[in-house]
């Protein structure tokens, strides 16, 4: 595999990750009585327990993202 496809591939990793992000983001803020709606059908959760766990949900999906999308992108293309 060349730099270049592994520059591509976390490149494009890196966008798909973050459009996830802001969907989900979107729907915890913008959505959150639907969202919650739903996921209580599902679950016997209080609202605060439902904001916390979207809260650290998105916080350790985007430290994710972060970590192994963003970083390892930047990298390959310093190295050039």
């Known amino acids: ?17 973050i459009a996830i992000l802001l969907v989900w983001a979107a729907l915890a803020t913008l959505g959150r009585d639907w969202f919650y709606r739903l996921v209580s059908r599902l679950f016997r959760i209080s609202p605060e327990q439902f904001d916390m766990i979207n809260l650290a949900g998105i916080t350790l999906y985007k430290t994710g993202v972060l970590l192994f999308n963003i970083v390892p992108c930047i990298s390959l293309y310093l190295v050039r």
Request: overall charge neutral; glycine content about 0%; proline content about 0%.
């Open 1 to 17: 595999m060349s730099i270049e496809i592994a520059r591509s591939f976390f490149l494009w990793c890196s966008v798909i990750n």
